[in-house]
């Protein structure tokens, strides 16, 4: 039982540049959530899904697009990264009140 | 909007001392309520977690919290602190009434152990 999985572990972009990080959870979870992490921020949600096929938006939403077109999987998208989108991002799922998070992608755009 | 606040980015405590730390949230209506601990380059781990009943809670790794209504507090405390407690903790609210189970987090406490 892995519970939640992200891939890759660590990125580089440049400006302008786009990649999807991936997602994937073996716990039949139905609600899944990408989040960002800065400094003194703690983590924003930037979208999560209810279900498969669902998508909708969290507090940081902009700049990023996000598909769950099978239960297991979440995908976040960036299509034209900026500095400001350096972040360490997590994803997490839950079936109720316990979300379960996944090791985090570490993302510095140059 | 419902917000988190923790108190004091940083602590440093002695090994054996108790750890303290504060948890405040803006709500009328009562959220569930969790802490969760961050190791270095890792994901986040669910310490304790609040949702009904008493309002002690006592979680993994010696901590426990006391939700206080009249307060709005969930402070995270542990009577002696340990090397291994050296972490960053998370406090964070969900309302069971909104769709999607979605957390709002503190900023952040990071918690240093002296020896």
């Known amino acids: 039982n892995a519970g939640v999985t992200q891939t890759p572990k660590f990125r580089v972009l440049k400006t302008g540049q786009s990649m999807t990080l991936l997602c994937a959870q073996d716990m039949n979870h139905e609600y899944m959530y990408w989040y960002r992490q800065d400094p003194g921020m703690g983590l924003r949600l930037i979208h999560y899904?209810?279900?498969?096929?669902?998508?909708a938006k969290g507090e940081v939403p902009d700049g990023y697009n996000v598909s769950r077109l099978k239960k297991q999987n979440f995908l976040l998208g960036l299509e034209s990264a900026a500095p400001s989108q350096t972040s360490v991002y997590f994803c997490?799922?839950?079936?109720?009140?316990?979300?379960?998070f996944g090791p985090g992608t570490r993302l510095t755009v140059t | 909007a419902q917000s988190v606040t923790q108190l004091g980015s940083h602590v440093s405590v002695s090994e054996g001392a108790l750890v303290l730390l504060r948890c405040n949230y803006s709500?009328?209506?009562?959220?569930?309520l969790f802490w969760y601990v961050q190791y270095p380059n890792q994901g986040l781990q669910l310490l304790l977690k609040y949702t009904t009943g008493a309002t002690l809670v006592k979680g993994i790794n010696g901590f426990e919290a006391e939700f206080k209504k009249s307060e709005t507090s969930f402070h995270l405390t542990k009577p002696s602190a340990h090397m291994s407690d050296a972490a960053e903790y998370f406090c964070?609210?969900?309302?069971?009434?909104?769709?999607?189970?979605?957390?709002?987090f503190g900023g952040g406490t990071r918690v240093l152990v002296k020896p």
């Open positions: 899904s209810v279900g498969e096929g669902t998508t």
């Open positions: 964070a609210v969900s309302y069971p009434q909104a769709a999607g189970n979605k957390l709002t």
């Open positions: 997490a799922s839950s079936r109720f009140e316990e979300q379960y």
């Open positions: 709500s009328s209506v009562p959220p569930y």
